[in-house]
């Protein structure tokens, strides 16, 4: 979305023109009028009408690529929302298989009696920030660090003895 100055300017961009397009005659005439006396002999007013529609010529191309830009901006913000809600979801799901096999596999080798290897395991996953795309205040998650601590590990699990023997 254009800022409010961008609006603003073509707001009077488009005012501008249309003035001269719609008036361009009117005011030609009186400047015609107005400035005449002024003229020294032998010299001569510019044809005023036409210059003003000369100057709107010009600005018309002008206001015209920035509404352009302004919809290509506008189509790219809609583009990234997109993108980033795509994105957040499928980290979402990411997320939540790292977690979940990870707590799963941490919990094999802990009852495996090999918790020197759940130990390698990082089970918290790295803070990042959610896209708010809709405008609304997210909850913190699990790893952000105002939300809720993540879960502990379950205590090391009893080691049957056939298990432990075998060490």
Do not use: C, W, Y
């Not at 002999?41 to 920035?66: I, K, M, R």
């Not at 298989?97 to 089970?123: N, P």
């Amino acid at each position: 979305m254009a800022s409010k100055g961008v609006t603003d300017r073509q707001r009077v961009a488009k005012a501008i023109v249309a003035a001269a397009r719609a008036h361009g005659q009117e005011v030609g005439e009186r400047l015609q009028e107005r400035l005449a006396p002024a003229l020294e002999e032998g010299q001569s007013l510019p044809d005023l009408v036409g210059f003003q529609q000369v100057l709107a010529n010009h600005l018309q191309p002008a206001l015209d690529e920035l509404s352009s830009a302004v919809r290509d901006v506008d189509l790219e913000a809609r583009k990234l929302d997109t993108t980033l809600v795509a994105k957040d979801s499928a980290l979402d799901a990411f997320d939540a298989a790292v977690a979940g096999i990870g707590r799963i596999l941490t919990g094999f080798d802990q009852l495996a009696g090999l918790s020197r290897f759940a130990e390698k395991v990082r089970l918290t996953l790295p803070f990042r920030r959610r896209s708010n795309t809709g405008g609304e205040e997210l909850p913190p998650g699990p790893d952000d660090p105002e939300g809720p601590p993540d879960t502990e590990l379950p205590p090391t699990f009893a080691v049957p003895e056939p298990l432990a023997a075998e060490k």
